[in-house]
């Protein structure tokens, strides 16, 4: 199983620290890096900046906000880090929520898988750069249907160093699972468990017989894991259970949270729910407290080094086929010590 940096969220400013993690990362060996946006710092731009300091690691982005650019926008940034990394870039691209969606970028949220397979093929038809790119779409069109009547196909200036930049797609539900192994190169789960593999296995080999050739070798699952290494499991979780809280009870309206939805398919329904009773209540530590380590223990790797080792052999027999990690240069070294340890 790889290993990758995941920098994560910006605060109210750049994480301290990030550069000499990512550069650390890459003197480790890890595989890959990746950036994030929500409606605060963009993914492209600190991936370019500190991404300019590596020379092997590949650099992603996990992930793109779909309605923050157009397909073609969205393309060129693309293009342009690829040729900028030598052939290292991964496009992470996701639909958000409808909070984010229509209240931060003012574009429509409903029927999101739909539009996500239109954005998706007009990224590859304009990186392919193989002609004039048109499209008819529900949700695109290009040209741009009505306007001044002036607009015209056009196909890229710049041409790509690959004609097919690798897409993941960051999907919860089994629907967009299913889509992300139908029409992309790699799947980005959030909130991944071992005791969910079946699940998600089934909506993978939906989407792959549903793809022309079925499932490619190289398919990706780069799943974001929290990996704690602590002598003391209860204030490992302690580290963790604040920004579950957040997920399951803070990211969406109370009948529209993904996150929340996950774990109530993990078999955690009714935490899910008091979680987010109590943090749309504003009572935010309560909601964190209400976390049982168990349920920290499913999607994460917290302790001692041999129990986080044992632990691991579950994980590597998982759809996972990378490890995303977060936190300082010193917290990627001592997990990178405890992997090699096995």
């Not at 900046?49 to 590949?58: E, K, L, N, P």
């Not at 779909?66 to 870039?89: C, E, K, N, V, Y």
């Not at 969910?196 to 780069?222: H, I, M, Q, S």
Request: charged residues 20%; glycine residues 10%; neutral net charge.
């Amino acid at each position: 199983m790889k290993l990758g940096y995941h920098i994560g969220y910006w605060s109210a400013g750049p994480p301290p620290g990030a550069l000499d993690a990512i550069v650390q990362a890459e003197q480790l060996g890890f595989d890959s890096v990746w950036t994030a946006e929500g409606y605060g710092s963009d993914a492209f731009t600190p991936l370019a900046w500190w991404g300019a300091s590596t020379s092997r690691i590949r650099l992603g982005t996990n992930i793109v906000q779909m309605a923050a650019r157009t397909p073609a926008a969205t393309a060129m940034s693309a293009m342009t880090m690829d040729h900028l990394t030598g052939g290292r870039f991964v496009l992470g691209l996701g639909a958000s929520g409808p909070q984010v969606v229509e209240g931060w970028y003012g574009q429509p949220y409903p029927r999101p898988l739909a539009r996500t397979r239109e954005y998706v093929e007009i990224v590859r038809r304009v990186v392919a750069r193989e002609e004039p790119v048109t499209y008819d779409g529900r949700f695109f069109q290009l040209p741009l249907a009505g306007g001044t009547g002036l607009g015209k196909p056009l196909k890229s200036t710049v041409h790509p160093l690959r004609t097919r930049i690798p897409i993941h797609l960051a999907a919860e539900g089994p629907k967009n699972v299913a889509l992300a192994a139908e029409i992309c190169d790699g799947w980005l789960p959030l909130f991944f468990s071992p005791r969910t593999d079946a699940f998600y296995r089934a909506a993978l080999a939906e989407g792959f017989a549903r793809r022309p050739g079925g499932a490619p070798a190289d398919f990706e699952v780069a799943a974001s894991v929290p990996v704690i290494v602590h002598a003391d499991v209860e204030q490992a979780a302690d580290l963790i259970r604040p920004s579950l809280a957040l997920y399951i009870g803070g990211m969406g309206a109370k009948d529209v949270n993904f996150h929340h939805d996950v774990f109530a398919r993990m078999g955690h329904a009714d935490t899910a729910d008091k979680v987010q009773e109590l943090y749309l209540g504003g009572r935010k530590a309560e909601a964190a407290a209400a976390i049982p380590t168990r349920l920290v223990e499913d999607i994460a790797l917290i302790g001692p080094a041999g129990k986080i080792r044992e632990e691991l052999a579950a994980w590597e027999e998982t759809v996972v086929t990378t490890m995303l990690l977060r936190g300082d240069a010193a917290t990627l070294r001592s997990v990178a010590e405890v992997f090699a340890g096995r």
